[in-house]
């Protein structure tokens, strides 16, 4: 059974920079997309970034230039290095993974999310 657990979530003030990390676990296919999402206090869960098919990678208009993602195939890990932090981008953050698309990720499997607050 294939799991996502995400790490590295906390209490950042606003500015700092903070990096969330998903390993995946049990046995995977090669070629699975993966991205991470989030959602924040009355939100709708919205695509932060994601390794997209052709090898590209795609962010939401609100985290570009401040957000990186990364991804280790081999050691079947993913993070999201995030710099420069406003306070609404405090969220729950969920490792997702799936079917990559040409603009990101069709996620048919979640992690239980790690909760990033971002202080004022």
């Known amino acids: 059974q294939v799991q996502l657990v995400e790490s590295g979530g906390g209490l950042v003030q606003a500015g700092g920079s903070l990096t969330i990390s998903c390993v995946v676990s049990?046995?995977?296919?090669?070629?699975?997309?993966m991205g991470w999402y989030r959602q924040g206090p009355g939100k709708q869960r919205e695509l932060v970034a994601a390794f997209a098919s052709g090898g590209r990678t795609n962010y939401a208009d609100s985290v570009k230039g401040r957000f990186v993602i990364s991804r280790d195939n081999a050691k079947k890990t993913m993070s999201l290095q995030m710099s420069r932090l406003k306070p609404e981008d405090t969220a729950v953050y969920y490792c997702?993974?799936?079917?990559?698309?040409?603009?990101?990720?069709?996620?048919?499997?979640w992690g239980q999310g790690t909760k990033v607050t971002v202080s004022s």
């Open positions: 049990g046995r995977t296919t090669n070629n699975y997309g």
């Open positions: 997702g993974a799936g079917l990559p698309t040409l603009t990101g990720l069709v996620a048919l499997l």
